[in-house]
């Protein structure tokens, strides 16, 4: 057995007060304008209990830029939709390049390693965009998103849209080369704009823990997508949901999770708990320092890691 509900929070408290003073604090996303702005001081952790109970320490209600978190909701969608057929156009292997290599794309003849990529996720994006429109698409995904932390007040900061589309010139790259292999059936301009918009979604960490529910297995009534389809996205967090550092975050913290530009992460442990951090400056990988730091101290303290057998 783990450690119980007091403890945990009194360890939250502990690591938000240590962090809160902490000298290495990665950099921020400067390629994104609105990004580099952000005071990467922010620091807060929300871990969400299968009773529902939510404990939370540091700047836990503040939303702020989600970004590549975003790619497990459209997968989500796009799974439910399309089921086994996603496959023939995105892989599942963990990728070796930056998340958003060109070189990595044209290796693979076009088919992106997996849906967490940029490449990736963009032809996941073309994949919910079928038969609708952008508008359509982007409401269809805060519907789901909104669902999923079961809370309405959750909204697309345009500003953030509109300033990676000026400056998003490596994902038109990725899109048109997507378009050269017969991978994207939208128009180019078209899929980008409803990626960036997927991207620019703000939530907060208590937001954020309480929409990891489905993939955790105890949300009180959402049955959007089945069991099996959880499964793989929860098997894609383990393996790509770091990129090309989700080997060093599976050795270290051992749990299911997706990170963002933004500085956040989410982290999904099996029936146990669902868990955001935000931390806004970034390691060499673009995933959250002090969040990766904060996941691996937590999921020591409580055993939560799923290559834990001292525990169970
Ligand atoms: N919107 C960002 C991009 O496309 C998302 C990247 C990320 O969060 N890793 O570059």
Redesign the pocket.
Known sequence: MGPDRLSIQAFLDDLEASFRQASQRGEVASY?PELATVDPGYFGISVCLPDGSVLSAGDTQKPFSI??ISKVFSLAIALGREGDRLWKRVGREPSNFA??SVVELEMEQGRPRNPFV?AGAIVTTDAILSGRTPKETLAELLLFVRAACGDDEVYINQRVAEA?NRT?HR?YALAHFLKSCSNLNSPCDRVLGTY?HQ?AIEMSCQQLAAAGRFLAGFHPDFDMIGEPHVRSINALMMTAGHYDGSGEFAYSVGIPAK????GGILAVVPRRASIAVWSPGLNRY?NSHLGTLALEKLSRFTGWSLFEVARV
């Open positions: 994104i970004q590549s998340f958003n940029n990676e998003g994902n960036f991207c990170s963002g530009v933004g673009g």
